[in-house]
C-alpha cells in the first residue's frame, strides 16, 4: 500500500533572508514545512526573482485586527476573522492577547481561545500559536486602556486556573512585578517556559532586578504603561534599558506611540538580538453593540451602535465605518507591515534585522521557536513574497497561498 500524497512547493528568489543573511535559490515546501534551501532545483518552481522571500510576521500582543476583536468579544468568530485578515498585512502567526476584563468573560474568552488553536487549518490564515494574557496581574496606577474594576492579585493558584481553561496555551504574561504574589508567579512562569514581561507596572529599578532575578524576561510595549526613566530612580523604562538580555517590544510606530528617537534609543540598546515588534491593535470594528470609550492618543471618541463604528472625533466630526468591510475597517489602525516599512532603512540590516525583530524574536518569546520565525530546514512554511516597495506580493501559511 502506498503511503499519504505529499504535498510540494517549491519557490524560487534571489533573494531569500535567511538566519545566515541573504542568498539566492530555491525553498523546498513538503507538507507545510520547509524541506531545503538549495542553490539548484531540477523541476517545476514558482519564479519570484526580482522579489524577496522573508519569514512571516509573528505579532506576540494584537488583541484584534481587521473584523475581529478578541480581548472585546472573547469569542471564536473574532479570532476566526483575526486569523483570515492578519495575512493581509503579512501575520502569519500570533498569540490573541486578553485584557483586563471582567473574570467570567476572560474565563470564557481563554476557553474560546483554546478550541480556536485546537481547529486551525492553513487555510484559515495566520495562526494562533498560544495566548498572551495581558493582566488581569497590573498596577491601577499605570492602567492605560485595562479596566481597573477587573484588577486582580497574582497568584500562582490563579493563573493556573486561567491556564488550565486555556488548555496551556498561555504562552506570554504581563504583570506587574511590584504587586504582591508577582515574583513567585514568575519563577512559577519560568519553570512552565511561559515568558514573564513586566506592563501596566509602577515599579522601582530595584523591584524590576529582583523580577529578573525571578524569571522575568521581556518588557511589554516599551515605554508606554511604566515608570519612567530618571537619572536617581531608573524605574522600569530604566531597567529595561540596562538590562541588555531582556528582551523590549515596541507598538506602531506611528510617531505617536513611540516617537521615532525613542525607537532608535532602544534599537541601539537591545540591537537586533533583543529587540522585538508587534502591533497592540485592538479590532476597534468587533468591539460589543452599546461599546464607548475615549482614546486619549488618537482623541476620539470609539462609539458602537446599531452593528456600525462611529468615530466622534475631539474637532466634533464623525466617521461612520462598516464593521464587516475589511477595506474600510483595516484604515483604523497602523498594521505590522506599516510599521515594518517606518523603520526598515534605519535597521542595521534593513529586512534581515526585520526578520531578527518581528519574527525570531517574537518566535522565542511565544515558545514556537522549534518552528516558527526563520526561513530553515524543518521550519513551518510560512513566507511573504514582498516587492521592492515592501508590498505584499503573496503570503503563505504552512505553505498554503493566503488570499490578500
Not at 512547493?9 to 538549495?38: C, N, W, Y
Not at 496555551?169 to 514573564?196: C, F, N, W, Y
Request: overall charge negative; some cysteine.
Amino acid at each position: 500500500m502506498g503511503g499519504p500524497v505529499m504535498s510540494q512547493l517549491v519557490l524560487k528568489s534571489d533573494r531569500i533572508i535567511t538566519p545566515q543573511g541573504e542568498v539566492s535559490g530555491f525553498v523546498e515546501i513538503r507538507d507545510g514545512k520547509i524541506h531545503a534551501i538549495t542553490e539548484s532545483y531540477l523541476g517545476d518552481y514558482l519564479d519570484y526573482t526580482g522579489k524577496t522571500l522573508m519569514p512571516g510576521f509573528i505579532d506576540i500582543h494584537i488583541h484584534g485586527w481587521g473584523r475581529g476583536s478578541y480581548a472585546y468579544k472573547g469569542n471564536i468568530e473574532s479570532l476566526r476573522y483575526m486569523s483570515e485578515d492578519l495575512p493581509k498585512v503579512g501575520v502569519t502567526a500570533y498569540l490573541p492577547t486578553t485584557s483586563t476584563m471582567p473574570n467570567d468573560f476572560l474565563e470564557s474568552s481563554l476557553l474560546a481561545a483554546k478550541e480556536h488553536i485546537g481547529e486551525y487549518r492553513p487555510d484559515m490564515g495566520a495562526e494562533p500559536i498560544g495566548i498572551h494574557m495581558e493582566g488581569p496581574y497590573i498596577n491601577k496606577a499605570y492602567l492605560g486602556l485595562q479596566r481597573e474594576d477587573s484588577i486582580q492579585q497574582p497568584s500562582i493558584e490563579g493563573f493556573d486556573h486561567f491556564n488550565q481553561l486555556a488548555g496551556n496555551q498561555v504562552k506570554l504574561m504581563t504583570l506587574a512585578p511590584e504587586i504582591e504574589g508577582s515574583l513567585p508567579l514568575i519563577s512559577h512562569l519560568r519553570d512552565k517556559g511561559i515568558t514573564a514581561s513586566a506592563g501596566h507596572t509602577a515599579a522601582t529599578f530595584d523591584e524590576i532586578t529582583a523580577a529578573i532575578e525571578a524569571g522575568l524576561q521581556h518588557f511589554t510595549h516599551a515605554y508606554s504603561g511604566m515608570r519612567g526613566f530618571h537619572h536617581r530612580e531608573l524605574g522600569v523604562v530604566g531597567a529595561l534599558m540596562y538590562y541588555q538580555d531582556t528582551f523590549a517590544e515596541v507598538a506602531k510606530q506611528t510617531g505617536i506611540t513611540v516617537k521615532p528617537e525613542a525607537f532608535d534609543i532602544l534599537y541601539r540598546l537591545k540591537t537586533d538580538n533583543r529587540m522585538v515588534m508587534m502591533s497592540d491593535c485592538m479590532g476597534y470594528a468587533d468591539f460589543p453593540d452599546g461599546y464607548e470609550f475615549y482614546h486619549y492618543l488618537r482623541k476620539e471618541t470609539f462609539i458602537v451602535e446599531g452593528g456600525k463604528l462611529h468615530l466622534k472625533h475631539d474637532d466634533g466630526s464623525v466617521k461612520t465605518v462598516d464593521p464587516c468591510c475589511y477595506q474600510e475597517v483595516a484604515g483604523l489602525e497602523m498594521n505590522y507591515l506599516e510599521s515594518v516599512r517606518a523603520v526598515v532603512d534605519r535597521l542595521d540590516h534593513g529586512l534581515c534585522s526585520v526578520a531578527k525583530i518581528a519574527c525570531e524574536n517574537p518566535a522565542i518569546l511565544a515558545g514556537a521557536s522549534d518552528r516558527k520565525g526563520k526561513l530553515a530546514t524543518g521550519m513551518d512554511a510560512d513566507i511573504l513574497v514582498l516587492d521592492d516597495e515592501l508590498n505584499l506580493v503573496d503570503v503563505y501559511c504552512h505553505g498554503v497561498k493566503q488570499p490578500l
